[in-house]
């Protein structure tokens, strides 16, 4: 696990959890996209998470869809995405992590990106269509290169599965809360306890659950020690963060345990 993400961990108590929130870098368009990171960061987020846009975004529900089509369209890229991180590592020791599919990855190389990657100062990736067992090159590239590789796991995944997982995880492991794409409204109940067992099954592995669209979703969201609960910030929110009319930072789950 990188220092940045290592830091986080050690801050937040055993039963206490930490906030990720995630944008797509490009919508509305990549400059203000780089002022709705550096609002995101003051307004109090553990972990900012860069979410290049992809074209056919097949985790992804309409919300997040649309706004990978509008930030494609403004100018948005992974490797636009990797140019923001740069630049918020210029001025900030906050954790970053690259979110994005496979194909740009392969069509770049997965030796130039995770170059890419590291130059630009991003902690960790995480590749939402690359199963644990897959991606040998890319983690082997991304260890010599001291960049995390992120593997999820779902309600749904199998025993074999959550132990790839747990071999393969170089920093947290990403939790998806919902059976489906991302931007459900509610949580299963089931993904609260699932949560909790998965959290023990791992071990000392860090846990970010996730995919849920919007921060008002906080009574829902799963809680459980040592988690992190992960936000999608849509930009109009995040930027009337930056304009000032709220000082309030991402709301947290109260600190409670397994």
């Known amino acids: 696990m990188s220092q940045r993400l290592s830091r986080v961990r050690r801050r937040r108590s055993s039963a206490a959890a930490s906030t990720e929130v ?31 846009p992809f074209s056919d975004p097949t985790a992804d529900g309409p919300v997040i869809a649309r706004a990978s089509a509008r930030a494609i369209a403004a100018g948005g890229s992974m490797r636009a995405a990797i140019a923001v991180g740069a630049r918020l590592r210029a001025e900030s020791d906050a954790p970053l992590v690259l979110f994005g599919y496979c194909n740009p990855i392969v069509v ?7 170059e890419a990657v590291a130059d630009a100062g991003i902690d960790a990736m995480l590749v939402v269509d690359m199963p644990p067992e897959e991606g040998a090159e890319l983690r082997a590239e991304a260890r010599a290169r001291g960049v ?21 995880a170089s920093g947290f492991v990403y ?34 659950v ?33 304009a000032g009319r709220t000082s309030q930072g991402p709301p947290r789950p109260p600190p409670t345990s397994c």
């Open 22 to 52: 995630s944008l797509r870098v490009g919508d509305p368009d990549v400059e203000a996209s780089l002022v709705v990171a550096r609002a995101l960061l003051a307004a109090g987020a553990d972990v900012l998470e860069l979410g290049a």
């Open 108 to 114: 770049r190389g997965e030796r130039a990106t995770v």
């Open 148 to 168: 995390d590789v992120i593997p999820l796991l779902t309600p749904t995944s199998s025993t074999s599965r959550i132990a790839a997982a747990k071999a393969s």
């Open 175 to 208: 939790y998806v809360s919902v059976t489906g794409v991302t931007g459900a409204t509610t949580v299963d109940p089931f993904a609260r306890d699932a949560a909790c067992m998965l959290r023990l099954a791992l071990e000392i592995r860090p846990v970010v």
């Open 210 to 242: 996730g995919s849920a669209s919007t921060m008002p979703m906080a009574p829902a969201a799963p809680r459980c020690g040592r988690l992190t609960v992960r936000w999608w910030a849509p930009p109009s929110s995040a930027r009337s963060r930056s």
